[in-house]
């Protein structure tokens, strides 16, 4: 299994650019989740997905978007870039909503926003 | 929401030293996990602990759910464990899914 994957790796956007930040797992799991990482401040929930057509909000929802067409897929969408998106975003996923499973993550997208 | 406290912030240990690293949460929880984060920036989840004593090679944590703490030993540590350790504790949402609150992790590095 490849895991958890997310491309690109690295991104530099122009304010008001949009992009499509993207993740897939072959675990077959029903549970994924975006975060991002910011100095000091650890890793916030973003958006995240119980199952394939179900998303919600997290902590921090504003300025992205997130679908969920697939079980595998859960791309998370940056509608205007602002600079206060530079970050790490992380993608995660578990085999179920709440168990007592473990969360992986994926290798990050270090997003620069100018 | 959640309040998660990590001690210490910072760690500099000589290669084969032990250590501690602490974790407090302000509200009960459902469960806690232990991450590290790589030099590269991945990561890996260490332990899965809503409460008691779990053990992995060098590494053991404990969970006392009562007092809202956990607690991250490091025994012999080695270069490879350099990197930075988090505590994220769960709860449910309202949604159905889970929320990991992270804490600001503990940034260790580990010398020859």
């Known amino acids: 299994n490849a895991g958890v994957t997310q491309t690109p790796k690295f991104q530099v956007l122009k304010t008001g650019q949009s992009m499509t930040l993207q993740c897939a797992q072959d675990m077959n799991h029903e549970y994924m989740s975006w975060y991002r990482q910011d100095p000091g401040m650890g890793l916030r929930l973003i958006h995240y997905?119980?199952?394939?057509?179900?998303?919600d909000q997290g902590e921090v929802p504003n300025g992205y978007n997130v679908s969920r067409s697939t079980t595998e897929d859960f791309p998370l969408r940056l509608l205007s870039a602002a600079p206060s998106q530079t970050s790490v975003y992380f993608c995660a996923s578990r085999r179920t909503r709440g168990g007592t499973d473990t969360q992986y993550f994926g290798p990050g997208t270090r997003l620069t926003v100018l | 929401g959640i309040q998660v406290e990590q001690s210490p912030p910072d760690l500099i240990l000589q290669e084969g030293a032990n250590s501690t690293l602490r974790c407090n949460f302000s509200d009960s929880v459902n469960n806690l996990q232990w991450f590290h984060q790589n030099p590269w920036g991945q990561l890996i989840n260490l332990f899965y602990i809503p409460s008691g004593t779990k053990q992995n090679g060098r590494l053991s944590a404990t969970t006392v759910a009562t007092e809202r703490y956990s607690l991250l030993y490091i025994s012999s540590s080695q270069t490879t464990d350099s990197g930075v350790y988090f505590c994220?504790?769960?709860?449910?949402?309202?949604?159905?899914?889970?929320?990991?609150?992270f804490g600001t992790g503990t940034q260790l590095k580990v010398e020859l």
């Open positions: 994220a504790v769960e709860r449910k949402l309202t949604g159905g899914g889970n929320k990991l609150t």
């Open positions: 997905s119980v199952g394939a057509g179900i998303t």
